[in-house]
Antibody, heavy 122, light 107 residues
Framework: QVQLQESGPGLVKPSETLPLTCTVS??????????WSWIRQPPGKGLEWIGY???????NYNPSLKSRVTISVDTSKNQFSLRLNSVTAADTAVYYC??????????????WGQGTLVTVSS | DIQMTQSPSSLSASVGDRVTITCRAS??????LNWYQQKPGKAPKLLIF???GFQGGVPPRFSGGGSGTDFTLTISSLQPEDFATYYC?????????FGGGTKVEIK
């Protein structure tokens, strides 16, 4: 059974870059059957999809964050990563990585990491 | 972006009750609608895909329905482990967007 695990700093200063990594076990990011997504949830609020990457490096980002987001993949380490630039307090959230099966019903998220809280504060 | 609106935002119910949650899309999305359950401090869990398709391991008391713009998630007989927040999500077009959630609490 696939497992995903987020890692990265719990505190980032305003205007700096938020870096997170998702390590996949029990499955391969090189599988052609999945996109690999990042999703976030501000404390006490709803869910926002950030973007996804395919193992080839092809990406799709939420237009609301596109100018500040980079998602990359490292197939040798079975990881994918998120970088969010120029963060503000509004970027404080629990960040999840998730698996998105490629199928005819569009994007759904069938496996998730446990989530990591990132706080933006000086 | 397609806006997803859930109602109610919260509800109180008793074990054994039948519970129905509604999700409305701002434009037609056919049956491209998924439902998730989230418990406090945990990641969401996919329950239903394509409006009425069962994700593996989900108890049969959960069912989904609807098409176009209006969708429902029904729990036929609420169990103690079902107290959680439920989210709908459209997969019709990018970016995928979620509803604001419905918190199911114990009466």
């Amino acid at each position: 059974q696939v497992q995903l695990q987020e890692s990265g700093p719990g505190l980032v200063k305003p205007s700096e870059t938020l870096p997170l990594t998702c390590t996949v076990s029990g499955g391969s990011v090189s599988s052609g059957s999945y996109y690999w997504s990042w999703i976030r949830q501000p404390p006490g609020k709803g869910l926002e999809w950030i973007g996804y990457i395919y193992y080839t490096g092809s990406t799709n980002y939420n237009p609301s964050l596109k100018s500040r987001v980079t998602i990359s993949v490292d197939t040798s380490k079975n990881q994918f990563s998120l970088r969010l630039n120029s963060v503000t307090a509004a970027d404080t959230a629990v960040y999840y990585c998730a698996r998105d099966p490629i199928q005819r019903y569009g994007d759904s998220f069938d496996s998730w990491g446990q989530g990591t809280l990132v706080t933006v504060s000086s | 972006d397609i806006q997803m609106t859930q109602s109610p935002s919260s509800l109180s119910a008793s074990v054994g009750d039948r519970v129905t949650i509604t999700c409305r899309a701002s434009q037609t999305i056919s049956t491209y609608l998924n439902w998730y359950q989230q418990k406090p401090g945990k990641a969401p869990k996919l329950l239903i895909f394509n409006a009425s398709g069962f994700q593996g391991g989900v108890p049969p008391r959960f069912s989904g329905g609807g098409s176009g713009t209006d969708f429902t998630l029904t729990i036929s007989s609420l169990q103690p482990e079902d107290f959680a927040t439920y989210y709908c999500q459209q997969s019709y077009t990018s970016p995928p967007t979620f509803g604001g959630g419905t918190k199911v609490e114990i009466k």
